[in-house]
């Protein structure tokens, strides 16, 4: 792969056991394919505190992001929030997530869900941290709950954007922005490459998901950070630009999102 000036994975699971043995390397060949930086995103307690830790270890490459998954509701609990506000003290912290919805699986019930967003959205408008956000088939049930607290004085992004245009616009008009996974390289996704074709490049921001979701040609196998390079390539022909273009345009949206200092 050839490696580019610059890019930003705004979401990954460095934390995840997947890469319990081969950390270093993996955080090596990212840099080989230009990563310029990596926000590693916590899904409950224990991850979140890991990737504080491994923010403070890789300093100024690798973030945090605390938060917990709508899989994992049940246990947000007061003694959670306060540690997730404990977490956020640490400088390499810089959003609050993944939080949100997922009425697909439904491994934690519902009301427990909406709960849980619903105080760390509180705490993120608290702590004055932006939201990364996992919605899978709840998109009008968190659009209600945001719209609630509206305007939201924090921005965010819509983590692994599956919705169409129609849902991608009301995300757009609270100020969010879309991220982009691998599944942009997926064949039969065309409802995604059409709402990439039309949302501003201003905001548009690439992750990767490692350890899931690789791009084609990985796709099945694990995902990682130097994997980003096909999922700009792939921006890049639906958007008629350069790969360097998408680069700039979406590191850019990155340190300013996540005001990252890098």
């Known amino acids: 792969m050839r490696r580019w000036k610059s890019l930003i994975d705004t979401h990954a ?9 081969d950390l270093d390397a993996t955080i090596e060949r990212a840099k080989d394919a230009g990563i310029q930086a990596i926000i590693t995103v916590g899904f409950d307690l224990p991850s979140s505190e890991v990737a504080v830790k491994l923010s403070e270890r890789y300093r100024k490459y690798v973030w945090a992001a605390v938060g917990i998954h709508p899989h994992d509701a049940l246990y947000l ?19 609050i997530g993944e939080i949100g919805l997922d009425f697909y699986r439904n491994l934690s019930p519902r ?5 849980a967003f619903e105080q760390q959205l509180i705490l993120a408008c608290e702590l004055c941290l932006p939201i990364i956000l996992h919605i899978r088939n709840a998109y009008q049930e968190a659009l209600d709950l945001l719209r609630h607290y509206a305007p939201l004085p924090i921005n965010g992004v819509a983590h692994c ?11 757009l008009s609270l ?9 942009i390289t997926f064949r039969h996704n065309e409802s995604l490459r059409e709402v990439i074709s039309r949302v501003d490049m201003s905001k548009l921001l690439l992750e ?26 792939a921006v890049a022909q639906v958007r008629g630009i350069t790969v360097d273009e998408v680069a700039m345009s979406t590191t850019a949206n990155a340190k300013h999102l996540f005001k990252l200092d890098i």
Do not use: C, M
């Not at 100020?175 to 599944?183: A, N, Q, R, S």
């Open 13 to 21: 699971h460095l934390n995840h056991p997947k890469f319990g043995d």
């Open 77 to 95: 609990t007061n003694d959670a929030i306060a540690r997730l506000r404990e977490l956020s003290q640490s400088p390499t912290t810089i959003a």
């Open 111 to 115: 009301d427990a869900q909406l709960h």
């Open 161 to 171: 954007f599956s919705g169409d245009w129609a849902i991608a616009e009301q995300l």
């Open 175 to 183: 100020g969010l922005d879309i991220g982009i996974t691998g599944t």
């Open 208 to 233: 990767t998901d490692a350890p899931y979701l690789a791009p084609v040609p990985y796709r099945g196998k694990r995902n990682e950070p130097a994997y980003l390079v096909r999922i700009a390539s």
